[in-house]
């Protein structure tokens, strides 16, 4: 069998190849995927995300049960549009995330499944959800519920403000990081054996 190296040899043929073609990363990076529970995560943490999936060719998925706009030169960020109905994002997130992927939601027993499945959660404030916290954040926040439901004012959630923004770029950088490069010694455990 020939192979048609356009005139050069094989060898120079190759080194003139874009080193990303044999490179196992752009593999290694389509491993992860970012869910966001797009509802209603502020647009700030969407931009964020934004950046650094089309920095890192990472795909990215926005859930909602209405139409969500993506930047439209980013192929790796899509928009999927659930019914209407309670619990329908979530739903579609919890069924279609794997472990070792990224998502963000407020949602915190949305939070409590993706934890259970080993994704890595983080909602829109910067607070990582994991295996040692989740329970007690839970617990909280159906001692909340329930004191809510006996009609007391219990406030709600602060403005999102600057500190929100700067919180969680940190821990979803952070988080990003982590996921990759496990995905990585994933990839590199399977492809030695």
Not at 70 to 95: H, W
Not at 107 to 120: H, Q, R
Request: hydrophobic letters at 40%; proline letters at 4%.
């Amino acid at each position: 069998m020939r192979c048609d190296t356009l005139g050069h040899s094989p060898k120079e043929y190759f080194r003139k190849l874009p080193k990303t073609l044999f490179s196992s990363q752009k593999r290694k990076i389509d491993r992860v995927k970012i869910w966001i529970d797009a509802d209603a995560a502020p647009l700030e943490v969407k931009q964020i995300v934004f950046r650094a999936a089309q920095r890192l060719n990472v795909q990215t998925v926005l859930v909602a049960n209405r139409w969500i706009e993506t930047p439209a030169a980013a192929k790796m960020i899509s928009s999927v549009q659930v019914r209407d109905g309670a619990n329908e994002a979530d739903r579609f997130i919890a069924t279609h995330g794997l472990n070792g992927d990224i998502a963000i939601t407020a949602d915190l027993p949305l939070a409590g499944e993706l934890v259970a499945k080993g994704l890595f959660v983080v909602d829109p404030r910067g607070d990582e959800y994991s295996p040692n916290n989740i329970a007690a954040r839970l617990s909280v926040r159906d001692f909340m519920d329930s004191l809510r439901g006996t009609g007391m004012v219990t406030g709600g959630s602060a403005p999102y403000g600057d500190g929100d923004k700067k919180a969680f770029a940190a821990t979803f950088d952070r988080l990003l990081t982590k996921a990759l490069r496990r995905a990585n010694s994933v990839d590199n455990k399977s492809g030695s054996d």
